[in-house]
């Protein structure tokens, strides 16, 4: 399995970005996806997941600010971040769970001016 995230940078605070995650190896519609983030002196936390049917769930603090979406036939899963505030800023994974093993992309960053 191979997963490759992209889409990070700078932006200022209110701004927005899209992230994208390419998903090679595993059967990606029958996938749930993840975006994990982390920033320094903190655990990896759990942002976004969309499961096979579509259905999405957030952190407390990005619901109605983002948006975690997939495409089966391009093989990719998005994460549309609106409103984005200094306290979003942080390395972001894309992650699956398949046969039993976590897979995560190497990780885009994202940088939010205030």
């Known amino acids: 399995v191979q997963l490759q995230a992209s889409g990070g940078g700078l932006v200022q605070a209110g701004g927005s970005l899209r992230l994208s995650c390419a998903a090679r190896?595993?059967?990606?519609?029958?996938?749930?996806m993840d975006w994990y983030r982390q920033t320094p002196g903190k655990e990896r936390e759990l942002v976004a997941t969309?499961?096979?049917?579509?259905?999405?769930t957030y952190v407390d603090s990005t619901k109605g600010r983002f948006i975690i979406s997939r495409d089966n036939r391009r093989r990719l899963v998005y994460l549309q971040m609106n409103s984005l505030r200094p306290e979003d800023a942080g390395v972001y994974f894309c992650?699956?769970?398949?046969?039993?093993?976590?897979?995560w992309g190497q990780g885009t960053q994202v940088t939010v001016s205030s």
């Open positions: 992650k699956v769970k398949w046969r039993g093993l976590d897979w």
């Open positions: 190896g595993l059967n990606f519609n029958l996938a749930t």
């Open positions: 969309i499961t096979p049917d579509g259905t999405t």
